[in-house]
């Protein structure tokens, strides 16, 4: 199985940053994709950021030009970083990898336990 560890949630003033990090850990044959969900009180999941293993990324329009999510591939991490933060970020932030944990197993989807983005208005 793999496990994700996040950190870097907190509470940051509006134009701020913060970097998110999330390590993958335990059996892990392959990763595929990294990225970060959020979710705010009352709305739905939604994507935020993914990167494949070779490096292409998508973003949603709404944090496009000010977050940055980017993957060592060596520590199996991923990283986001997030500027000129506004109100309306303000979630929890969920990692997400697609990674097999042995070369016999199915490409499985895992997630994290969430860290919390708080930018108050």
């Known amino acids: 199985q793999v496990q994700l560890a996040e950190s870097g949630g907190g509470l940051v003033q509006p134009g701020g940053s913060l970097r998110l990090s999330c390590a993958a850990s335990g059996s892990i044959y392959s990763i595929n994709l990294m990225g970060w969900y959020r979710q705010a009180p009352g709305k739905e999941r939604e994507l935020v950021a993914a990167?494949?293993?070779?490096?292409?990324?998508n973003y949603a329009d709404s944090v496009k030009g000010r977050f940055t999510n980017s993957r060592d591939n060596a520590e199996n991490t991923v990283y986001l970083k997030m500027n000129s933060l506004k109100p309306e970020d303000t979630a929890l932030y969920y990692c997400n990898v697609v990674a097999q944990s042995s070369w016999y197993a199915a490409v499985r989807s895992y997630w994290g336990k969430g860290t919390l983005v708080t930018v108050p208005s």
């Open positions: 990167i494949s293993s070779g490096g292409n990324g």
